[in-house]
């Protein structure tokens, strides 16, 4: 997918989420084949500014629009994110059970929240509804995660 065509929809889903104009928000295209991820963010809450930064050198994910929308939600979610983190962080002693129990569970529902919000959003209004399984792919199958195990009798 070009650039331009990438900056449009980023411009569309800024509007659509209506993280603008309260936030203020910059595409950053990564050409970096060694960057791992495909979308991520930086964010100064104070000023109300993030920077959505998009792999195209190397995306893991096949549908970029999904990336954008994914990654503005985590956007629009992050005053609620910072609450329940700063709750955690308060209220359980860093590295004990209770708070990498916590933390984790926050965190995984966090991005599943994220995830389910994108995929309505996305076969709501994206001009790509197709949803992107490169992650998927990567996964062990059912039976490659139980292979060796005995029966239980």
Not at 17 to 23: M, T
Not at 28 to 42: L, M
Not at 125 to 132: A, I, Q
Request: aromatic content about 12%; proline content about 4%; charged content about 30%.
């Amino acid at each position: 997918m070009d650039i331009e065509k990438l900056e449009l929809l980023f411009d569309k889903w800024c509007k659509k989420l209506r993280i603008s104009p309260q936030w203020d928000v910059q595409l950053e295209i990564v050409r970096d084949s060694q960057w791992r991820k495909t979308g991520d963010f930086k964010i100064d809450p104070d000023d109300r500014k993030a920077i959505l930064m998009l792999n195209t050198e190397n995306p893991k994910q096949e549908n970029l629009e999904e990336v954008i929308v994914h990654e503005l939600m985590h956007i629009k979610m992050y005053p609620l994110d910072q609450v329940c983190e700063s709750l955690i962080t308060s209220t359980f002693e860093e590295g004990s059970p209770a708070w990498n129990f916590a933390y984790c569970q926050f965190f995984e529902n966090l991005e599943m929240t994220v995830e389910e919000l994108t995929k309505c959003f996305l076969f709501e209004f994206g001009e790509n509804p197709v949803l992107s399984y490169g992650r998927c792919r990567k996964k062990k199958s059912f039976s490659e995660l139980y292979d060796g195990l005995q029966k239980i009798e």
